[in-house]
């Protein structure tokens, strides 16, 4: 009689069962030990992340289960001081390492902090755990991750990145960095020289928009070293990815061409892709043309060379207002998909579920069991949720957006998450095929990151308030009724939102916004309000510093304290500017005076919060991007480059169109340097106006954020004071005082 399946991952883990593994796929050599990882990627990434414990794992190989269709499954066994990690890869088996340090650790490796206060001998698990993917694609990254997040980073980072990812169950990443160097390379053999090429390529923090081909050429071209280095980046992220089992999402071509192309080929046909937030887009080739089939073939030559092999693809076809002009929409498709099958026969075009892409045309066109769309807004949108309606059929990922523009506003839908995916899962001839980590910037939101990664995971339904009081266990390292407290808390607000509001993100916080009395929110398509009640949060802060001194000191203690600490003054930015607008309103000098320095007083107390972390530190931030500069001029263009991003985006008429401040967030150095000379420019002129009963000034704010962004003055690099301390300050003035 066949073992059950539990049992026989442990024996093909263990090595000790002696009979035929039904239901697996078929082992090498049935009956001997499975074969230890050892000196291999999983075991190399656990010397990496836990260097004085790592020879306490072993890591096994799994085969995948055939009654699951080859999906991938790990299992956590052993005893203690040897703890058997197996998986179907060397990341699936790093996600068996994760599952041991949550559940019988109680430690935590992620986004935003770690705890990893380990006994010297590991203890062993209190029961073998066997978890199978109930989805194939377990996709991360959006596209605009590589400038909001850092497109400056170094290998030091993106190292312990995917080593993260692994960890959290990914096996399909989108890679971006380096990009440029195969449009480099190819439009030098049609009829461009490299200067050419290189005037229409973008600064690397803007480079995410080309890609998606929104705009060229801002703010500078980046030089011929800097392209080649960021390539060699580029090219190592992927072979660590494959050296895991996981797989690079690369960008495929769609059309995109530089100035002019026409009239250098023979043949070619480009359409004019007018205006994207007042940036001028790039021209698009006609797919049906024969020249489209040279050039993608080329595209896709040199970016097999430069960065190896990959069988993903991520393109959007006509993103955000492209035009087709007289070019039928299915019959580009067409010519994009046979294009990259010419390339790669077994290519998988993955695409963005964003507005009304993909659109009919092209999902009607296509083989669509050759594509993958990763759904951006599923927990967004209340309408629109029947996606097989939608497309057709086509594969997709279930995925969330949970901030925009790197905003360090804190919350998800998770209530949503665990609603919605089981239940689209379960639905017959379904087409959900995977899990999608959207956010537009990375790094943030550790709940909200393991929360989301553990779906495709899960083996039943999630009851939130355990899922977060094992969080707060792990995260901190041993049970706490005051974490616990707090993280309840912040369950039933911060994350307790659903779509029903059409949003997925929560409201950023007034004193990134540009001054006026009026302000809702600081970038344009930000809630308006608060998706919770703010009263019913604040507390929270009162209980994580409560936590006893033992478990305080955790950089992930630290960093929840201040992320919490944080929103709680961006809440109140809230409550305090109507309070503003009223005292002048009512026209009392005295009133107003008071109000706006307790504003200001507010944003230097952010200010002080923030820097108790390097991670939100601008300093140090514009640092990494002076880091990549040959001489001084390329290291002054190379920080534009990233401080404009988030904060004027774009030149004046980029602004003017609303992407000034999209890209809003509270940073030491941002908070008091632009942000509070706005403000405080702003409420001395409202009181010279309350004093001698002139108008308010109209500032030109573009000029003075311009002015600003290219010379931002001296920037911390390093944090200073304690997280704590300053946390404790803002409880006592904003939610102790009311």
Known sequence: MPLPRRALLRATALGTTGVALAGLAPSPSVGAPAPADGDGAAARAARRLLPRHADQFVFRALPAAAESGGADAFGVFGERGRIVLAGTTPAVRLTALRWYLKHTAHAHLGWAGEQLDLPQVLPAPPADTVRTARVPHRFALNDTNDGYTGAYRDWAYWEREVDVLALHGYNR????????????????????????????????????????????????????????????????????LRELGMEPVLPGWSGMVPPGFADRNPGARTIAQGEWYGFDRPDWLDPRTGVFARVAAAYYAVQREVFGSTAFFKTDLLHEGGTAGDVPV?????????????????????????RTNPPREVVEAVDREGMLVVDGVADRLAAAQDRE?????????YGSIWNFGGHTVLGANAREWVRAFPERLARPGGAL??????????????????????LAWSDGPTDLGDWFARWAHARYGEPDPKAAAAWDRLRRTVYGTTREDGWSEGADGLFGARPSLTAVRAARWSPKAVRYDPAEFAPALGELLEVRPGLRNSSAYRRDLLDVARQVLANRSRTLLPEVRAAYEARDAGRFEALSGHWLDLMDLLERLLATDGAHLLGRHLAEARSWGGDAAERERLAYDALSLITVWGPRRAAAAGLRDYGNREWAGLVGGLYRQRWSRYFADLAEALRTGRAPVQTDWYAVEEEWTRSPGPLATAPRGSTHAVATEVYERVVAER
């Open 173 to 240: 990443v989108f890679v971006q960095l380096g990009a440029e160097a195969v449009h480099h390379r190819v439009f030098q053999d049609f009829g461009y020289t490299g200067e050419e090429v290189r005037a229409w390529l973008p600064g690397p923090a803007h480079q995410p928009w080309w890609l998606l081909q929104n705009l060229s050429g801002f703010p500078a071209p980046p030089s011929r070293r800097l392209i080649g280095e960021r390539a060699a980046l580029g090219r190592r992220i992927c072979d660590r």
């Open 330 to 354: 299915g019959e580009a498709a067409r010519a994009v998909q046979r294009a990259l099958r010419a390339a790669r026969p077994d290519a998988v075009w993955v695409t963005l579920g964003w």
């Open 389 to 397: 309606a939608a497309w057709g059929g086509t594969p997709y990922a």
């Open 433 to 454: 095929r995977g899990t999608a980590l959207l956010p537009e910037a990375a790094d943030n939101n550790p709940a909200a990151f393991e929360l989301f990664s553990e």
